[in-house]
């Protein structure tokens, strides 16, 4: 079977479809992607068809989409730093550039040898966050690859985790202004950096410097969205509706996924910003709107 250097026959089937939505597909990292920071920690690995980063205490690394985005479906498959990762953090993201920019974030809080991941999400609009969840994982994220995936549209962003929602954001702008992200083309990025500040146990836990370089593998990307072109947003927020990742499907949890989402909250849940009366001593308005 011929396989380019990112092929699978699956991702060029997911190729063919996104073509026609005026999406993306991956066809070679270096038609699709960008090196941000420290090119020589970002490793395109022809084996995996994937992305090898490495962090060392001289540099994490990034590489981005060199097109961006206004909704779609955005997957990644990742295997987390086995062993020691304490201090760590490794990321898959969408981010626009600016002043008030907007964000929807996957970060991945490394930990101790046989401590557990920590799977933190946010969503920046118009320059806010301060969303923060956190999640322990069902399985062991450094063992195999598993998929990542954020479903954005005009509706709703649902962060899924090997398909299981372990999150929603709804679009409530008509009672909240700029509280969603709706106009700012996004980049999708991955990285790995240096949290010992943060990360771990709040930041009692640095980077363990003699188990570097830190190493974290990406593959499979599927990026099925409306693609940016010529700055000319209007393209992806005009005459939508054709789009699969706006349907209504998309647009709010079906009995099962809602029952899904449930369990991951009240099984797997460190951390919610909605609850944490500390910070905010009443709910932020949003809160409501996204919890079952
Ligand atoms: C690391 O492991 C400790 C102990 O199990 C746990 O409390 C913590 O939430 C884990 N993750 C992070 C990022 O601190
Ligand atoms: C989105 O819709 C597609 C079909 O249009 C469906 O296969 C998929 O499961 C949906 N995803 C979510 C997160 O609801």
Redesign the pocket.
């Known amino acids: 079977m011929a396989m380019g250097l990112f092929g699978s026959p699956r991702l060029f089937l997911a190729c063919s479809i996104a073509v026609l939505l005026f999406g993306s597909c991956l066809a070679a990292f270096n038609d699709e992607f960008t090196k941000v920071w420290t090119p020589e920690h970002v490793v395109p690995d022809d084996a995996s068809n994937g992305v090898k980063l490495m962090l060392t205490e001289v540099a994490g690394a990034q590489f981005a989409t060199i097109n961006s985005y206004l909704y779609g479906?955005f997957s990644i498959k990742l295997k987390l730093i086995a062993g020691e990762s304490a201090g760590t953090v490794c990321s898959f993201y969408l981010t626009s550039y600016g002043a008030n920019h907007d964000e929807i974030d996957f970060e991945f809080l490394g930990n101790e040898t046989g401590q557990p991941y920590v799977l933190h999400t946010n969503v920046f609009a118009n320059g806010v966050g301060s969303r923060e969840q956190r999640i322990f994982l069902w399985f062991d994220p450094t063992a195999d690859f598993h998929t990542y995936?954020v479903?954005w549209n005009h509706k709703q962003i649902?962060w899924?985790v090997d398909?299981t929602?372990i999150r929603i954001y709804k679009n409530i702008e008509s009672v909240l202004p700029n509280s969603y992200p709706t106009k700012q083309p996004q980049v999708v990025a991955m990285s790995i950096f240096d949290a010992s500040t943060w990360a771990t146990r709040g930041g009692a836990v640095p980077a363990k410097w003699e188990h570097a370089p830190f190493e974290v593998n990406y593959r499979d990307f599927s990026f099925q969205a409306c693609k940016v072109l010529n700055n000319d947003v209007n393209s992806c927020t005009r005459n939508y509706e054709g789009n699969?990742?706006e349907?209504a499907?998309?647009q709010s949890?079906?009995p099962t996924?809602a029952s899904q989402l449930k369990n991951v909250h009240q099984n797997y849940m460190v951390y919610d910003y909605c609850t944490d009366r500390t910070r905010y001593p009443t709910a932020p308005v949003e809160c409501s709107y996204n919890s079952l």
């Open positions: 479906s995936s479903v649902t899924l398909d929602p699969w990742w349907s499907e998309n949890l079906n996924r």
